[in-house]
């Protein structure tokens, strides 16, 4: 259904409901200010547009979402792509790529796609939120060790290469700060699980930094005081051939947006006991993203960290989430000279904490203890996502793991003659089945599983090698639940030399999708009603009537 959620929680909307969106929304809206900050930063574009990715993006996903309590904004999974496109095209390609990303998914939301993309692979997504992961804790060791490298690549290896040569330059001071900015998240919640680690240790080294005048690189130094207001909307160059560049990087941004927005929402379900509506989601995604590329924003989807902080702190609707995006636009408006001072060690802790939760290792070391089909699309997922694109690594991640669930369904499917008795079809099975003699002149088949284009090929070398010339061939589809134009074309190859070889084909028990199928391509006329029956037994009768005749 597309109507958003906002519009049917706001029926039965009460003072107390607000009071719990409002302590939830604050909450939220802090714990993500430094996150918006490091997210940006690590793209490879100015901390602001990190927070305005969080104000613009944020509030759109909470007005028109299909979640009651989705939090969106920039997030990690990202960081990959939006940095090696603005290495690669600026940061009007970036704009570009995040305006037709935002279309991609309000077309995909329309035509009710929300449903598909929950069958993505898990072996795909662990492999690539992995890769990302790594990326992430890469892009951050210069800022971590507090190197001196110009230039960061954003190649992998040369990343590398560029932070193990200039090692020398390591600061301690740095260092330290990165690591009491990791120590803090993670003991923190033992203190307060209402204030977040991150703020916490944001706040803190800030404050040590200035106070001892540590000599660290801060976000004043390398990018200067933080604007105090919204930019204007603005329109990037739209041409055709700047469009026609950034249409793969736009697909790789709505697919993970897509993904990463709709398993949010599912962990949300799982939290509230609800049920969101993905279509609407994918739509409000793409309205989000739109409205982002427009105001200079980067890419958003939903938090899945910042959403199940929303829930814990009492969130109720979206309303915590308009909530929460307004907290942010007060804090830019009057709060964001302090920002200048904050430590990018800091941040880059923060990212490193970000990196550890997103790596799944858990997940990937369970992977590769399954089978070794999964490992392998695992492997190339995550390997392509760090040594080449993340855009390469979903598709040949994807397309692998097409190609091996065919192999897998089409060892599934089995072909195999029945000699001189038939098993009778019964309706109740706890009955023990009687057994049919197969008359002579008749040879009756079984096909096991579904009957497509990995199988088809199997199932015109097993007649063509075992098949005699009888009056009468059953094809026993019981056990057949699907067929694909391929399947029908390897039936209709068998049925036209049976036919000049004057031989009767009879089909039992054939479900009603391959039934569809036949009736849709003029074979069943062909092979004619009489010998389509619904069961062994009626095709044996069939089957004596051909003879006698």
């Known amino acids: 259904m597309l ?15 607000f009071f719990s969106d409002l302590i939830a929304g604050l909450i939220v809206g802090i714990v993500a200010l430094p ?91 662990v492999g690539f939120t992995s890769g990302i992961a790594v990326i992430i804790f890469s892009s951050q ?62 706040i803190f080294c800030s404050a040590w930094v200035q106070f001892f005048h540590w000599p660290l690189e801060t976000i004043g130094t390398r990018f200067g005081d933080l604007p105090h207001t919204l930019p204007l909307p603005h329109f990037p160059d739209l041409s055709f051939s700047m469009i026609r560049k950034m249409i793969q990087p736009a697909f790789a941004i709505a697919f993970l947006g897509g993904i990463e ?75 964001g000279r302090w920002a200048k001072g904050i430590p990018l060690a800091c941040l880059a802790g923060i990212l490193v904490v970000v990196s550890y939760h997103m790596s799944e290792w858990r997940s990937f070391l369970s992977l590769l203890k399954g089978p ?27 397309v692998l793991s097409a190609f091996l669930f065919m192999h897998r369904m089409a060892s599934v499917t089995k072909f195999h003659m029945i000699d001189t008795e038939v098993e009778e079809e019964q309706i109740d099975r706890k009955e023990s089945a009687a057994k049919i003699k197969i008359p002579a002149g008749v040879e009756v088949y079984e096909i096991n599983g579904p009957f497509f284009f990995g199988v088809s090929h199997d199932f015109e070398e097993t007649l063509r090698v075992i098949s005699k010339k009888p009056k009468v061939q059953i094809l026993r589809l019981r056990h057949v639940p699907v067929m694909d134009a391929t399947g029908l074309h390897a039936l209709k190859q068998f049925h036209e030399r049976c036919q000049k070889r004057d031989v009767r084909v009879v089909l039992s028990g054939i479900h009603s999708q391959p039934l569809k199928v036949l009736k849709a391509s003029g074979l069943y006329d062909a092979i004619g009603h009489e010998n389509v029956v619904t069961n062994i037994q009626h095709a044996l009768q069939r089957a004596n009537e051909v003879i006698r005749a």
């Open 3 to 17: 109507k958003p959620k906002l519009f049917t929680t706001l029926k039965n909307y009460s003072g107390g409901t």
């Open 35 to 125: 996150l918006a900050i490091a997210f940006g930063i690590a793209s490879g574009v100015s901390p602001e547009k990190g927070l305005i990715t969080a104000i613009v993006a944020g509030f759109l996903i909470s007005v028109f979402g299909g979640s009651r309590v989705q939090i969106g904004g920039p997030t990690g999974a990202f960081v990959v792509i939006v940095y090696g496109i603005v290495q690669k095209y600026g940061v009007d390609g970036l704009t570009v790529a995040t305006l037709i990303a935002g279309v991609l998914l309000v077309i995909m939301g329309l035509a009710r796609l929300g449903t598909v993309i929950k069958f993505i692979p898990h072996p795909v997504t």
């Open 141 to 202: 060791a210069k800022d971590l060790f507090g190197l001196s490298i110009p230039k960061l690549p954003a190649d992998f290896i040369e990343k590398w290469a560029a932070i193990l040569e200039h090692i020398p330059s390591f600061n301690l001071y740095s260092f330290l700060i990165a690591l009491i900015t990791i120590v803090i998240i993670a003991y923190w919640p033992r203190v307060s699980r209402k204030i977040p680690g991150s703020l916490i240790a944001l």
């Open 261 to 335: 927005s709709l398993l949010s929402a599912v962990v949300a379900d799982g939290m509230i006991g609800g049920r969101h509506r993905s279509n609407m989601e994918l739509v409000a995604q793409g309205i989000a993203n739109i409205a982002s590329g427009v105001f200079g924003g980067i890419p958003a989807t939903g938090a899945i960290a910042r959403t199940a902080t929303n829930i814990k702190n009492g969130g109720k609707t979206p309303v915590a989430g308009i909530i929460h995006s307004w907290t942010l636009l007060l804090i830019l408006l009057f709060l």
């Open 372 to 398: 070794k089909s999964d490992v392998v699309v695992l492997a190339v997922t995550f390997l392509l996502t760090v040594l080449i694109d993340l855009t390469v690594a979903i598709e040949i991640g994807m």
